[in-house]
């Protein structure tokens, strides 16, 4: 049977647990208490605890885990699982707002590459996402096998990138533009408008 899979919030936190292990390793400390590891962490000791039940063996309680095997059985969960890999299409004021924003990998997503048909570097100056052209947006998403892409060009340009990422694979789209795009069943389109929800808002003040 094949094993469940690792929520994406814990994959997260496995990278940072490896982190404080890297540390414990660097300092020679070969035990660690699950209190201690998850104060390094910056979790809840239970929160970790959960998370460990995913290795098997080392979410049992003990005198402590082993700093060594503990890190090769997460590094080993990490190199199995990844974070859902999305894409950004339009690095305007918006598109660059929302990638300066670094809450997504906490929540499982990675923007590994950002695309727009004038890439400026001074939007990302200082940022690791790579600001690629839009010319190669289709091969990038061919290549990498990018299912998901947050879309943020003005609504003139949106449905035609739409069909071109869909074309590509893309399936599921966070879309920003003021239009309403037509894709075909399998595709997953979701819409952010703030002035919507404005409105909605202040429908309930008096
Ligand atoms: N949903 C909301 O609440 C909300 C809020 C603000 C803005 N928006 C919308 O978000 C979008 C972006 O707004 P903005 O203020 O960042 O605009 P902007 O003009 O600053 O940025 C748009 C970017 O898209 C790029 N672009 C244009 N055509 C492209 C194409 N075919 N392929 C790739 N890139 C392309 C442009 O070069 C530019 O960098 C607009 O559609 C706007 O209406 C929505």
């Known amino acids: 049977m094949p094993k469940p899979e690792i929520p994406r919030k814990t994959v997260y936190r496995f990278s940072i647990y ?3 292990l890297n540390r414990l390793k660097d300092n020679h400390i070969e035990t660690v208490s699950s209190e201690a590891l998850a104060k390094a962490a910056g979790v809840k000791s239970t929160q970790l605890r959960k998370d460990l039940t995913h290795l098997g063996q080392f979410g049992t309680r003990g005198l402590g885990y082993n700093v ?11 190199g199995r699982s990844r974070l859902q890999p999305v894409i950004l299409v339009g ?3 918006l598109g ?5 924003y670094g809450g997504f990998q906490k929540e499982g997503f990675e923007i590994v590459a950002a ?7 001074r939007r990302v100056k200082g940022l690791k996402t790579q600001l690629l052209d839009a010319s190669g947006l289709t091969s990038f998403i061919r290549e990498h096998q990018i299912k998901m892409a947050i879309l943020t060009v003005p609504g003139t340009h949106a449905q035609e990138v739409v069909n071109a990422m869909v074309e590509a694979g893309i399936q599921a789209v966070l879309n920003f533009s003021p239009v309403v795009l037509e894709v075909p069943r399998n595709v997953v389109v979701n819409n952010v408008d703030l ?9 309930f003040i008096r």
Do not use: W
């Open 195 to 203: 002035a919507v929800e404005l409105e909605n808002l202040s429908y």
């Open 68 to 78: 060594g095997g503990l890190s090769a059985a997460i590094g080993e969960v990490l």
């Open 18 to 20: 490896q982190r404080c």
């Open 96 to 100: 660059a707002a929302l990638l300066r």
């Open 115 to 121: 695309f727009d048909s004038k890439p400026d570097p």
């Open 91 to 93: 690095v305007g004021n």
